[in-house]
């Protein structure tokens, strides 16, 4: 089985640009999990979304959002971009809620 | 306030011996815990995971002890082999599946010596 795919792997923005990023979760996996890691914060997590929903939303400004589509794909978005938004975007696939998330390899922004 | 703490960033154990990885956790609501090894450049990797009925899982050459009285758990990895030189991350989710996502410890480095 293919692992989680993540697109694109480096982004470069400038601040109050926006941008998005892609994952194509493990085929048959429902639940898309998002992460951000940064060095002074760590793994943090950003939202899950399950069946297309937002089951649930991390401590971040609503500049963060995201979406699911029917064939479970995730896209994040992150609008009006700010430098300390720079960070690497994991995400993270599983059966369910409760069930262990497998990671993609990441995307990387860099925010100048 | 961080509710899983890795309190060693950084160990440094001779290839061939135990590696000892430590995890505590504030959260008395946890209740399954993971750990993901992870390389430069590279998403975690799934290692181990145990539930908080149990206090020990087993895969090989890595083992997860969970102490509940304590909130500690820890990982072992016997014999450490050169290519396990990665950073190890701590997880844990709470009731209902983890809604509100893993919460993960910063961090720790851990370097095989040949």
């Known amino acids: 089985k293919a692992g989680v795919t993540q697109t694109p792997r480096y982004l470069i923005k400038t601040r109050g640009q926006q941008v998005t990023l892609s994952c194509s979760p493990i085929?048959?996996?429902?639940?898309v999990s998002w992460y951000q890691q940064t060095p002074g914060q760590g793994l943090q997590f950003l939202f899950e979304?399950?069946?297309?929903?937002?089951?649930n939303k991390g401590n971040f400004p609503g500049r963060f959002s995201g979406r699911q589509f029917s064939n479970s794909r995730s896209e994040m978005n992150v609008s009006t971009l700010e430098l300390g938004d720079s960070a690497l975007y994991l995400c993270?696939?599983?059966?369910?809620?409760?069930?262990?998330?497998?990671f993609g390899p990441g995307t990387r922004l860099l925010v100048l | 306030d961080q509710q899983v703490k890795q309190n060693s960033p950084s160990l440094s154990v001779q290839e061939g011996r135990i590696s000892i990885l430590n995890c505590d956790y504030t959260?008395?609501?946890?209740?399954?815990f993971l750990w993901y090894k992870k390389y430069p450049a590279e998403g975690p990797t799934f290692l181990i995971s145990?539930?908080?009925?149990?206090d020990k899982n087993e895969d090989g050459r890595f083992t997860v002890f969970l102490n509940k009285s304590a909130k500690h758990l820890s990982l072992h990895i016997v014999p450490s082999q050169p290519g396990d030189s990665a950073v190890y991350f701590c997880?844990?989710?709470?009731?209902?599946?983890?809604?509100?996502?893993?919460?993960f410890g910063k961090g720790t480095h851990l370097i095989i010596q040949p």
């Open positions: 993270a696939s599983s059966l369910d809620r409760g069930e262990t998330q497998y």
């Open positions: 959260n008395s609501m946890f209740d399954y």
């Open positions: 145990i539930s908080s009925i149990k």
């Open positions: 979304y399950f069946s297309e929903t937002q089951r």
């Open positions: 085929s048959g996996h429902r639940s």
């Open positions: 997880a844990a989710s709470g009731p209902g599946g983890g809604a509100d996502g893993l919460t």
